[in-house]
């Protein structure tokens, strides 16, 4: 992966593109976070009920966990996981190589639709934080 620039349009930019694709459809909080867990973006309706530090930290710790998994099977790595509980749900993504995207939601919007807008948005927010 190139080198990335994070400034404060950068930033802006990816959670203009996050609010449109995905808060816009009553995905509750989205974080971009980087490989070692540093949130990068950090947007929704719920950003102050969601642990962000946390749950960038763990989340960081998950893929890399299955990441070792898919190694075990053959594969080079998983590019998504995905976690269904009874009030949420939570959607996680790479983006590039180095860059991972939360979704969290409840019930009333589809794991397809996430899907779909998450496969949109992830060539835009590589585009923009490489500069």
């Known amino acids: ?3 990335m620039i ?7 930019g990816v959670k203009s593109i996050i609010n449109d694709k995905l808060i816009s459809e009553n995905v509750q909080t989205v974080l971009v976070i980087d490989g070692a867990g540093n949130i990068l973006a950090h947007c929704g309706q719920d950003t102050d009920g969601v642990d962000a530090l946390s749950l960038a930290a763990l989340t960081a710790a ?3 966990a299955t990441s070792q998994i ?3 099977i053959g594969e080079n ?3 998504l996981l995905y976690h269904k509980g009874e009030k949420a749900n939570i959607h996680f993504a790479r983006l590039g190589g180095e860059m991972i995207l939360v979704s969290i939601f409840g019930d009333d919007v589809s794991l397809g639709l996430v899907r779909v807008r998450v496969d949109e948005l992830a060539a835009d927010i590589n585009r923009i934080f490489e500069g």
Do not use: H, R
């Open 1 to 3: 992966m190139a080198d």
């Open 6 to 12: 994070l400034t404060a349009d950068a930033v802006g």
């Open 62 to 64: 998950n893929f890399g």
């Open 70 to 72: 898919a190694k075990l």
């Open 77 to 79: 790595d998983f590019s």
